[in-house]
Each structure stands twice: as C-alpha cells, then as structure tokens.
C-alpha cells in the first residue's frame, strides 16, 4: 500500500511511464516481507526494453520487473534505492522520504 504521495503525483508517473520514458516515484509503504523497509521507489517505463537496458545499466536483474499491468516497473528499496536516487539526481524524493 502506497502512502504519502497524491493522485497528482501518481498520474505524473503514469504519464510519464505510459509514454516510454523512465520514471521515478518514492512513496512510504508498509509489506510484511520487508518488515525494515518503509519506502519504495518504482522506476517505471511502458517501453520494456528500455527498462530492461536500465536495470543491466544500474545492477539490477530485469527478471523482476513487474510487467503484469500497463504501467511496467522495478522496485526499489533499500541501500540500492538511495544510491540509485543519488545517482540519477533524484534529490527532492530523498529529501522528502528521508534518505539523504
């Protein structure tokens, strides 16, 4: 479940990936099976190919890819989600989640 992010932000999101281009969005979520992990950021991209090259790119294994709905994505939590925040300037979503 996604908390802390508004309707305006996740349509953005949705716009962005629908247009096949990489999209990021950091939100607080809560999931039993990471029970240390309270934010997750989805990079997201309707062009699966380009997502794929994205995850190889950053270290990422595409086979975990959520690509069962139209809004394809990669999740990403913990130590790898802030250095990859880091490393594509993504500021603002470490500062507002607290990760910087």
């Not at 990936?17 to 029970?35: C, K, N, S």
């Not at 240390?36 to 699966?48: H, S, Y």
């Not at 130590?79 to 507002?96: D, H, I, S, W, Y």
Request: aromatic content about 12%.
């Amino acid at each position: 479940m996604a908390f802390g992010i508004t309707r305006q932000e996740m349509e953005q999101w949705k716009t962005v990936v629908a247009r096949g281009e990489i999209a990021f969005l950091t939100h607080y979520w809560i999931d039993p099976r990471f029970p240390d992990m309270r934010t997750v950021t989805k990079v997201g991209c309707a062009d699966m190919e380009k997502l794929s090259r994205w995850c190889l790119d950053n270290g990422l294994n595409p086979r975990y890819i959520h690509a069962r709905s139209q809004f394809p994505h990669f999740d990403l939590i913990g130590a790898k989600q802030r250095e990859v925040l880091l490393r594509t300037n993504q500021l603002e979503q470490l500062e507002r989640f607290g990760m910087k």
